[in-house]
Structures are given as structure tokens and as C-alpha cells.
């Protein structure tokens, strides 16, 4: 197919993974070793892929868990906060995550930066 490659956040492409113009992969998603992606349609957020050509050979966690983590973003954190939660990702210890967000990331409070229009100020 044509058109660019997209590979979303948190992805894992194993080694000698061949991917094809026009393929969109999801956030979280694994592409497993020596798969060939000819797909061009976007491969499902946290889905896990392998073959030869590349099928769906399952998820990498429930639905509810998919959904947390897409609202979560955590790679769009703070970097004090990312750093914080290092040892929760390489433990994999996705409610410990979860947790970390619902405590101190929702709870903070969004201050738009303010726009003086005002030549004066």
C-alpha cells in the first residue's frame, strides 16, 4: 500500500518486523518478531500482532484496562511524573499505574496560561 508509516505511543516492534507504506499502528500495540505487517488499515490500540503476513493473535489487556490506558496517556505526562512512575513500567504493574493517575495526575487542577490583551500589561 502507500502512504507513510504510523506507529503510535508505547508500541513494541520485535526485531526484523518488516512494516509496509500505509500502515497505522495503535498505542500500546506488539508486533511480534519477524512479522510482516501488510496491513493497511490501523492495527487496534494495545492489540498484539505476528505473522507472516501480520494477523491479530490477541490483546494485551481487557477492554476496561485499554480504555484507563487510552485515557491515561502517560506519555504525555510531566516529566517528574513519568520518572516517578519508571519503576511501575518496567515492572508492568499496570493497576500500580492506574493508581499512581487516579492520585496525583486527576487530581490536579488545568490553569489554561492567561492571555493578556491588554497592551498595558
Not at 526485531?15 to 511480534?32: S, T, Y
Not at 488499515?41 to 477492554?63: C, E, H, L, N, T
Request: charged share 25%; with cysteine; net charge negative.
Amino acid at each position: 500500500g502507500g502512504g507513510e508509516i504510523k506507529i503510535g505511543n508505547d508500541v513494541w516492534i520485535g526485531g526484523d518486523v518488516k512494516i509496509l507504506n500505509g500502515v497505522e499502528i495503535g498505542d500500546g500495540a506488539v508486533i511480534g518478531a519477524n512479522a510482516l505487517v501488510t496491513q493497511t488499515k490501523k492495527i487496534p490500540d494495545y492489540s498484539i500482532w505476528g505473522g507472516v503476513p501480520a494477523k491479530q493473535i490477541g490483546v494485551r489487556f481487557p477492554d476496561e484496562t485499554i480504555y484507563k490506558l487510552k485515557e491515561m496517556k502517560w506519555w504525555d505526562w510531566p516529566d517528574e511524573d513519568i520518572v516517578a512512575v519508571i519503576p511501575i513500567l518496567l515492572d508492568a504493574n499496570i493497576d500500580a499505574l492506574i493508581n499512581y493517575y487516579e492520585k496525583h495526575i486527576c487530581k490536579r487542577e488545568y490553569h489554561a496560561p492567561t492571555i493578556h490583551n491588554n497592551p498595558r500589561l
